[in-house]
T-cell receptor, first 119, second 106 residues
């Protein structure tokens, strides 16, 4: 089946610094990836759609200058949280539609998630 | 954009009883409706999904129904077991519902 891998799984940083999270599709190509943020006891909130070779599409209310997304290849999308502050502390998860069992089932596969803590 | 509402937010059932979670969506163009189970701190796990060309799908104790006209879909879990206790999310395409915390009481 399709595998999406995310790195790092957790990161602690100081306020004002930037943090980069990587999302890779390991055994399939993903022209589109999705980035979510999840606060404790809440749902996954779609932040943006990452498009290979073009600009990301951000959801309403998400600051594109704060959450920089780069999708330079068919297997890698990165999310950079710039000038992070404590309120950016959250669980960030990426996903992509991929293959399962050799067939394109159109199922959404998720990375392991990255827990960001900003001190 | 798409908006997905999910009810109830919490649900407690006795072991062996059925559990039903309902969702509504706003975008009539949506065609893919997955349901996920998520454990604390982990990625969502797909448990069943349905596409707009069918009205019902079943996989052992789990079933999903879809009413495209009314723009709502439901998850049905029969013969619930304690290990079914988790947080469940519906989604329309890539937009998630608000989640339901299911507790199955032994």
């Amino acid at each position: 089946g399709a595998v999406v891998s995310q790195h790092p799984s957790w990161v602690i940083c100081k306020s004002g610094t930037s943090v980069k999270i990587e999302c890779r599709s390991l055994d399939f190509q993903a022209t589109t990836m999705f980035w979510y943020r999840q606060f404790p006891k809440q749902s996954l909130m779609l932040m943006a759609t990452s498009n290979e070779g073009s600009k990301a599409t951000y959801e309403q209310g998400v600051e594109k200058d704060k959450f920089l997304i780069n999708h330079a290849s068919l297997t890698l999308s990165t999310l950079t949280v710039t000038s992070a502050h404590p309120e950016d502390s959250s669980f960030y998860i990426c996903s992509a539609f991929g293959l399962a069992g050799g067939a394109d089932t159109g199922e959404l596969f998720f990375g392991e998630g990255s827990r960001l803590t900003v001190l | 954009g798409e908006n997905v509402e999910q009810h109830p937010s919490t649900l407690s059932v006795q072991e062996g009883d059925s559990a039903v979670i309902k969702c509504t969506y706003s975008d009539s163009a949506s065609n893919y409706f997955p349901w996920y189970k998520q454990e604390l701190g982990k990625r969502p796990q797909l448990i069943i999904d349905i596409r707009s060309n069918v009205g019902e799908k079943k996989d052992q104790r789990i079933a999903v129904t879809l009413n495209k006209t009314a723009k709502h879909f439901s998850l049905h879990i029969t013969e619930t077991q304690p290990e079914d206790s988790a947080v469940y999310f519906c989604a329309a395409e890539v937009t998630f519902g608000t989640g339901t915390k299911l507790q199955v009481i032994p």
